[in-house]
């Protein structure tokens, strides 16, 4: 199975601040790679798919980029709702696998 | 409004079996690929399987062999049988679909409020 590595694992930001959380696969997995966000009790909601395209009703103050093994999703000037944790995911092969996951709190 | 709802879990002791449901509606389910996701309590997410809108069924090496995922596209429904349970599968066990694309393999873009199952004497 792929192996996907997040770091980092958490992190304290502002809101208005810009943050960068970076995934690694364990191989070449092209753009097939997907950012989800999760609130605490919630299920996770796809933010990004292929690398880079916003999924619908996401806002443009989330990006992504990369191919290949090393990824990153950026939030541009953080919300007060953007307080959440962050999985990637490769959807390269089966099985699928998600990366461990980065908290993003409240300084 | 696309809506995946699960149903069945529930406590049950090691060794035990459960079999879990998700019903599906406001898109053709037959049409698409479906998973079960799960994540244990405080954990991260951990896909468990996916059924092919063709039939084609992968499972995670953790569960191979104990559960089984099938589809009934005449109800729109979506199932999880999980035989020898461990207290380790005790997590929300979500439903999920896959976004349309073109592409071979697709992200999921619709999840259920996902099922508790704890294992546990």
């Known amino acids: 199975a792929i192996r996907m590595t997040q770091s980092p694992s958490s992190l304290s930001a502002s809101t208005g601040d810009r943050v960068t959380i970076t995934c690694r696969a364990s191989?070449?997995?092209?753009?097939?790679l997907a950012w989800y966000q999760q609130k605490p009790g919630r299920a996770p909601r796809l933010l990004i798919y292929g690398a880079s395209t916003l999924q619908d009703g996401v806002p443009s103050r989330f990006s992504g980029s990369g191919s290949g093994t090393d990824f990153t999703l950026t939030i541009s000037c953080l919300q007060s709702e953007d307080f959440a944790t962050y999985y990637c995911?490769?959807?390269?092969?089966?099985?699928?696998?998600f990366g461990g996951g980065t908290k993003v709190q409240i300084k | 409004e696309m809506q995946l709802v699960e149903s069945g879990g529930g406590l049950v002791q090691p060794g035990g079996s459960l079999r879990l449901s998700c019903s599906a509606s406001g898109f053709t389910f037959s049409t698409y690929t479906m998973h079960w996701v799960r994540q244990a309590p405080g954990k991260g997410l951990e896909s468990v399987s996916t059924?092919?809108?063709?039939?084609?069924?992968t499972y995670a090496d953790s569960v191979k062999g104990r559960f089984t995922i099938s589809r009934d596209n005449s109800k729109n429904s979506l199932y999880l049988q999980m035989t020898s349970l461990r207290p380790e599968d005790t997590a929300i066990y979500y439903c999920v679909k896959d976004r349309y694309c073109t592409t071979t393999t697709c992200p999921q873009d619709h999840w259920g409020q996902g099922i508790l199952v704890t294992v546990s004497s």
């Open positions: 995911q490769q959807y390269y092969s089966f099985p699928l696998t």
């Open positions: 059924i092919g809108a063709n039939g084609a069924i």
């Open positions: 191989q070449g997995i092209s753009s097939y």
